[in-house]
C-alpha cells in the first residue's frame, strides 16, 4: 500500500470515526465495544482499501463491514468476555437529561429485530440511501423499505409508551 | 409511527452528546500495515515451528548425527531456509532464528529485536530478558507480540495454568508447558487482549513467557519449544555471560540515569544460540567510579578549550602530542600545552561537510559543558551515521560531546575525544554535517 493511500484511508478515519463509533452505540454496542468493533471493522477495510475507494460509496462498504463485524463479535462473545472488573462507560460529561434521552431511545431500538435495526441506524443515522442501505446489508431494496416501515413503527410506539415524542424533545431543547 | 425526519432527529440527538476518543488514524494505519506483515510472519512461523520440531528430534539423536550437522561455527542459528528449491516456488520465506535462555530455546522472525522495551513494557516485536536494569515508570501496552526469558520467581502464576500444564520431554530435558490463556490490563478498560502461554524449566529455574494479542503467535512459538543443542550455547545475560563458554568483550557505555553495570546490548543479541567459545561484544552501563572519570575528563577538555592552565594533573602531560581531526581524517598533531592557545585550534581547510573553514573545534567545547551530552555512541540525534574512528585511534575509547538538545539537524556538532586506558586525552576530532 503506497503512502497515498495510507493518507486517503486516516484522512477518511479522522472524518467518520464519530459517526461510525456512534452507529456502533445505536446498534447494541458499549462504548467500549462500539470502539473495539470500529477499529477492528476499519482494520478490516484498510487491507482492501482499494476496493472501499473504488466503490460507488465507500460508507456502504465501510458500514457493510462494520455489521458484520458485529455480527461476528457477537457470535464470539461467549469467550471474548472473560470475567473482570466492571467497565466504566464514559459518559461524565453527559448531560443527565440527554442520557436519559439516549438510554429511552437505545431501549427502544433494543426492541427491534437487529435486522430492523440495522436497517434503522443505516438509514436514518448513517445516512445511506435506501439502496446504499440495501447494498450494506446485501439484501434487496424492498426489504429495506418494509424493515424500516416495520421498525419506525415499532419504535414511535415504544417511544411513545415511554413519554418521549420528537418533536416535544425538539421544543425542550429550543 | 415515526416519520423519517423525527427518526433521523431522535438518533442523532440521542447519541451526539457521547464522548467518543479520538479518531486512531496513524494507529490503526500502523496496525495495518503490521496485520499484513503479521499476516506473513504468521505464515513463517508455521514452517519455524516444524523445523523446531525436527531440532528438537536432532537433539535427541544428536549421539547420532553428531555436531556437524549444525550451522558454521561463527553464526548464529537461523532456522528458515531462506534459500527455498526451485520446487518451492520463487517465494523467499524471511530468516527466523533461535533465541533461548539456558538449556531452553523457542524460534522466533529474525526481524524481532531484543529487549526492546521501555519501563519493562514491550514496544516492538521482541524478545525480553526480565530482570534487566528496568527504570521505575510506566509505559502503556502496545498491540506487540513478545517473548520473555526470566527465573520462574518473575512469571506470575495465573488460575488457567492448573488445569491446561502438562509436563514434556525434550531429549533429557524436562519443562512444563500451559495452554494459552487470555490477559488484560489496564485500570479501566483493556485496550488490548493478549494470549499468553508459559513454558517453564524447574531444573534451571527458568520461565518463558509468549505473549501476543494474535493467538496463533503465541501457539506456534510454544510449539518450537526445544533444548538447546549439544555444543551450543544462548548468550546470557551480564554477570552469567563471563561464566558461558563464550569470549567476552565489554564495552562501557555513558547512560545517565541507568545504574551501573546494567547490560545494554550484545552482538549477537542476547539469547542467540551461539557455537560454544564464539565471541560476543557486551555493551554495559558506565560503573559510577568510571562516570566520575569522564566528568573530570570533560572539564578538563572544557578547561583546555577555554584556555586553561591548570588541567588535572592526573590526565595532563604538556609535552604529549594531540591529533587534531576533522571526521574520521587526521589533520595534524599539536603538543598539549600549545592548545591553550586559539590559534593552534585551527584548521584551515576551504570546505568540510558543506561548512567553510577554518574549522576549530575549541568554538564548540569552549561552550558551557551543561549543554553538552557526552556518549560512548553518540547520541544519533540526526538521520546520518557516527563516523568512522579516527584512524589509529580505534582502541582508543571514544567519547562524543554534542549539543544535548537540538531543534534542527544543520545545527549539530561533535566533537569527538579519543582516550587511551590511562585517561590521557590522544586525539580530538570535529564533527560538522552537511546541511
Known amino acids: 500500500m503506497d503512502t497515498g493511500v495510507e493518507i486517503d484511508y486516516a484522512a477518511y478515519v479522522r472524518a467518520r470515526w464519530d459517526a461510525l463509533v456512534r452507529s456502533a452505540l445505536l446498534l447494541g454496542c458499549s462504548r467500549v465495544e462500539a470502539e473495539d468493533v470500529v477499529q477492528t471493522a476499519l482494520l478490516r477495510c484498510f487491507t482492501s482499501w482499494a476496493k472501499v475507494q473504488a466503490s460507488d460509496v465507500p460508507d456502504a462498504y465501510v458500514y457493510r463491514t462494520l455489521v458484520n463485524c458485529l455480527a461476528k463479535s457477537r457470535r464470539r462473545r461467549w469467550w471474548q468476555e472473560t470475567p473482570m472488573s466492571p467497565l466504566p462507560d464514559?459518559?461524565?460529561?453527559?448531560?443527565?437529561?440527554?442520557?436519559?434521552?439516549?438510554a429511552t431511545v437505545l431501549a427502544a431500538l433494543d426492541t427491534l429485530t437487529e435486522q430492523q435495526r440495522a436497517v434503522v441506524v443505516l438509514r436514518y443515522y448513517a445516512d445511506l440511501s435506501e439502496r446504499q442501505v440495501a447494498e450494506a446489508l446485501g439484501i434487496p431494496a424492498g426489504t429495506v423499505k418494509s424493515r424500516l416501515s416495520r421498525g419506525l413503527d415499532r419504535l414511535g410506539r415504544e417511544l411513545s409508551d415511554h413519554g418521549v415524542d420528537a418533536r416535544q424533545d425538539e421544543e425542550k431543547t429550543c | 409511527m415515526l416519520s423519517e425526519p423525527e427518526a433521523r432527529e431522535l438518533l442523532h440527538r440521542a447519541v451526539s452528546t457521547v464522548a467518543v476518543s479520538g479518531p486512531p488514524a496513524d494507529e490503526l494505519v500502523r496496525r495495518g500495515l503490521r496485520s499484513r506483515r503479521r499476516t506473513h510472519v504468521t505464515a513463517v512461523?508455521?514452517?519455524?515451528?516444524?523445523?523446531?520440531?525436527?531440532?528438537?528430534?536432532?537433539?535427541?539423536?544428536?549421539?547420532?548425527?553428531?555436531?556437524?550437522?549444525?550451522?558454521?561455527?561463527?553464526?548464529?542459528?537461523?532456522?528458515?531456509?531462506?534459500?527455498?528449491?526451485?520446487?518451492?516456488?520463487?517465494?523467499?520465506?524471511?530468516?527466523?532464528?533461535?533465541?533461548?535462555?539456558?538449556?531452553?530455546?523457542?524460534?522466533?522472525?529474525?526481524?524481532?529485536?531484543?529487549?526492546?522495551?521501555r519501563c519493562g513494557t514491550p514496544l516492538e516485536d521482541t524478545v525480553v530478558f526480565e530482570g534487566n536494569g528496568v527504570r521505575s515508570c510506566f509505559v502503556s501496552q502496545r498491540d506487540v507480540s513478545s517473548v520473555h526469558f526470566g527465573p520462574i520467581s518473575a512469571w506470575e502464576p495465573r488460575s488457567w495454568e492448573q488445569r491446561s500444564t502438562r509436563t514434556?520431554?525434550?531429549?533429557?530435558?524436562?519443562?512444563?508447558?500451559?495452554?494459552?490463556?487470555?490477559?488484560?490490563?489496564?485500570?479501566?478498560?483493556?485496550?488490548?487482549?493478549?494470549?499468553?502461554?508459559?513454558?517453564?524449566?524447574?531444573?534451571?529455574?527458568?520461565?518463558?513467557?509468549?505473549?501476543?494479542?494474535?493467538?496463533?503467535?503465541?501457539?506456534?512459538?510454544?510449539?518450537?519449544?526445544?533444548?538447546?543443542?549439544?555444543?551450543?550455547?544462548?548468550?546470557?545475560?551480564?554477570?552469567?555471560?563471563?561464566?558461558?563458554?563464550?569470549?567476552?568483550?565489554k564495552k562501557q557505555v555513558r547512560r545517565p540515569g541507568l545504574s551501573d553495570g546494567v547490560l545494554l546490548s550484545a552482538d549477537p543479541p542476547l539469547g542467540s544460540v551461539v557455537p560454544r567459545g564464539s565471541t560476543v561484544t557486551v555493551r554495559v552501563s558506565t560503573s559510577s567510579t568510571q562516570a566520575n572519570a569522564d566528568d573530570q575528563l570533560i572539564d578538563y577538555v572544557h578547561d583546555l578549550a577555554a584556555g586553561s592552565t591548570t588541567p588535572p594533573n592526573n590526565i595532563d602531560r604538556p609535552y604529549l602530542p594531540v591529533t587534531l581531526g576533522l571526521g574520521d581524517e587526521v589533520v595534524r598533531v599539536e603538543n598539549l600545552s600549545s592548545l591553550d592557545r586559539g590559534a593552534s585550534w585551527l584548521i584551515l581547510r576551504d570546505h568540510f561537510n558543506g561548512y567553510s573553514g577554518p574549522f576549530s573545534a575549541r568554538d564548540y567545547l569552549a561552550t558551557d559543558p551543561d549543554t553538552w551530552a557526552v556518549t560512548d555512541e553518540g547520541q544519533q540525534f540526526c538521520p546520518w551515521g557516527r563516523a568512522d574512528d579516527l584512524p589509529g585511534f580505534e582502541k582508543d575509547r571514544r567519547l562524543t560531546i554534542e549539543p544535548s538538545k537540538l531543534t534542527d539537524c544543520t545545527q549539530w556538532w561533535a566533537v569527538d575525544v579519543?582516550?587511551?586506558?590511562?585517561?590521557?586525552?590522544?586525539?580530538?576530532?570535529?564533527?560538522?554535517?552537511?546541511?
Open chain 2, 418 to 435: 579519543y582516550v587511551d586506558n590511562s585517561g590521557r586525552v590522544n586525539a580530538l576530532s570535529l564533527n560538522l554535517v552537511e546541511p
Open chain 2, 168 to 249: 514434556v520431554d525434550l531429549g533429557a530435558l524436562t519443562i512444563t508447558r500451559s495452554g494459552i490463556g487470555l490477559h488484560y490490563e489496564g485500570p479501566r478498560e483493556p485496550k488490548y487482549v493478549f494470549s499468553v502461554g508459559v513454558v517453564t524449566v524447574p531444573s534451571a529455574d527458568i520461565a518463558m513467557w509468549v505473549m501476543s494479542t494474535d493467538q496463533t503467535v503465541v501457539r506456534q512459538i510454544l510449539d518450537s519449544v526445544q533444548a538447546v543443542p549439544d555444543g551450543y550455547v544462548a548468550i546470557p545475560l551480564s554477570g552469567l555471560v563471563e561464566q558461558a563458554d563464550l569470549e567476552v568483550v
Open chain 1, 90 to 102: 464514559g459518559q461524565v460529561d453527559d448531560l443527565a437529561e440527554s442520557a436519559a434521552s439516549r
Open chain 2, 45 to 117: 512461523l508455521g514452517v519455524a515451528a516444524a523445523v523446531g520440531l525436527v531440532a528438537v528430534g536432532s537433539v535427541v539423536v544428536s549421539d547420532i548425527a553428531g555436531p556437524a550437522d549444525l550451522p558454521a561455527a561463527t553464526s548464529t542459528i537461523a532456522t528458515t531456509n531462506q534459500a527455498p528449491s526451485p520446487s518451492q516456488g520463487a517465494t523467499t520465506l524471511p530468516a527466523t532464528r533461535l533465541v533461548g535462555m539456558g538449556p531452553v530455546a523457542v524460534t522466533v522472525p529474525a526481524q524481532w529485536g531484543t529487549n526492546e522495551t
